[in-house]
Nanobody, 124 residues
Framework: QVQLVESGGGLVQAGGSLRLSCAAS????????TGWFRQGPGKEREFVAR????????RYAESVKGRFTVSRDNAKSTVYLQMNSLKPADTAVYYC?????????????????WGQGTQVTVSS
């Protein structure tokens, strides 16, 4: 069982930056694929970014590629999402996710564990 707790959301102007953190419980964190999804108002939950257990492999949604960076510190059991050049379209609740597979599925219905979510609001 893995528990995930996000932090770092908030209100930012377009063009600004935010860094989300996700602290995980569990002694085998490095074996889990982790990453981030988001859910905007009236929209389905969508994949944002993922990082493999070792941190060697990453993948991003096209909409955030070049602006967002996912990273992890296995010694601290923490995953990060650095978000730069934010746009109003990035406004959503951001969810940390983890899976027992080495790479996080990009289909939300296949993910094993979720955090509670943190709100990110980008004003124009």
């Amino acid at each position: 069982q893995v528990q995930l707790v996000e932090s770092g959301g908030g209100l930012v102007q377009a063009g600004g930056s935010l860094r989300l953190s996700c602290a995980a419980s569990g002694r085998t964190f490095s074996s889990y694929g982790t990453g981030w999804f988001r859910q905007g108002p009236g929209k389905e939950r969508e994949f944002v970014a993922r990082i493999s257990g070792s941190g060697s492999f990453t993948r991003y949604a096209e909409s955030v590629k070049g602006r967002f960076t996912v990273s992890r510190d296995n010694a601290k059991s923490t995953v990060y999402l650095q978000m730069n050049s934010l746009k109003p379209a990035d406004t959503a609740v951001y969810y940390c996710a983890a899976d027992r597979t080495y790479t996080l599925p990009t289909d939300a219905s296949a993910v094993d564990y979720w955090g509670q979510g943190t709100q990110v609001t980008v004003s124009s």
